[in-house]
């Protein structure tokens, strides 16, 4: 099978959090040479529309209609790339772009999602403190709120929870606190508990053994910066103690695109603001270019 090419994305939408920065990951990463790294493709910028910083009284979540609309633009993006037999590496921004990711594959048939990210991102608008939808994400994806973000086009779930896979998370703390409500049981979920004992390529190879199965047409993958320990990414908004080492996370990327099944990926939540001597955007164009570069491929 000859190896697709690698068509980058760059979706710097803030849409889903109070604060903002996170919009320059894409020109950080650019700049580290990414796009080179990994021989792509430079397939345009998506204008994101102005945030407002009073959550929608309907749905309880910041931004919402901006969030409604703008999802279909970026998943006509992320639609023109697959439909050119390209992989699409998406460059957000925050963890709500993965609506428009999920969108473009709801579209065409039935994929999963490997999320693996350092939060569930399955809060509920009246338990989220701050109305934030990149708290929401996988639970609006999966067809969990109100159906402004879950029922996009109209396509409710975007993923079927039993199509997806949590990876790696470890805000059980912030779940407590705040009352979200639990993972669906029919959602697999490998919290970083469990890819400890498991290991983390065995944990991999389940997780990608669950997204390959027959009935499947492939899956995406959501790479959230702060699945990462907080001791090497620190530039991410919300810091929770631990995370997954450099190798941990390289071995999860190496074993989900070796199924030859992925079908895209997007990249969310770093904020070179927040990166002081810049060696965790280092560490993450690093990481992206080992797993996505001619030496994998």
């Not at 004992?197 to 047409?217: I, K, Q």
């Not at 199924?259 to 060696?279: F, H, M, Q």
């Amino acid at each position: 099978m000859p190896t697709r090419r690698h068509a980058i994305l760059e979706a710097p939408s803030t849409l889903g959090l109070a604060t903002d920065g996170v919009e320059g990951l894409p020109d950080r990463l650019l700049d580290l040479g990414l796009a080179e790294r990994i021989r792509a493709r430079r397939a345009g910028r998506l204008t994101v529309p102005p945030k407002d910083p009073t959550p929608d009284p309907g749905t309880g979540t910041l931004n919402a209609e901006a969030i409604a609309a703008w999802s279909p633009r970026l998943a006509d993006a992320v639609g023109a790339v697959l439909d050119s037999g390209e992989f699409p590496v998406v460059l957000g921004g925050d963890c709500t772009i993965l609506l428009g990711s999920m969108l473009a594959l709801r579209r065409r048939g039935r994929y999963g999602l490997l999320f693996i990210d350092g939060n569930a991102d399955f809060f509920q608008p009246e338990a989220e403190p701050n109305g934030e939808g990149a708290s929401m994400d996988l639970a609006f994806a999966t067809g969990y709120g109100p159906a402004l973000l879950t029922n996009i086009e109209g396509r409710a779930p975007l993923v079927r929870a039993e199509d997806a896979v949590a990876f790696a998370f470890r805000d059980h703390e912030d779940q407590a606190e705040f009352g979200s409500q639990p993972l669906p049981p029919e959602l697999r979920a490998y919290d970083l508990h469990a890819v400890r004992r498991l290991g983390v390529e065995n944990a991999a190879r389940a997780a990608v053994d669950h997204l390959t199965r027959p009935e499947l047409d492939g899956f995406f993958l959501h790479l959230d910066a702060d699945c990462l320990d907080d001791a090497i990414m620190p530039a991410v908004d919300f810091r929770v103690p631990g995370g997954l080492s450099w190798d941990e996370l390289a071995a999860a990327l190496r074993i989900a695109l070796a199924s030859r099944k992925a079908v895209g990926l997007e990249v969310t939540i770093y904020n070179p603001r927040l990166d002081r001597d810049g060696s965790a955007g280092r560490g993450l164009a690093d990481i992206l270019a080992a797993a996505l570069g001619p030496a994998a491929r």
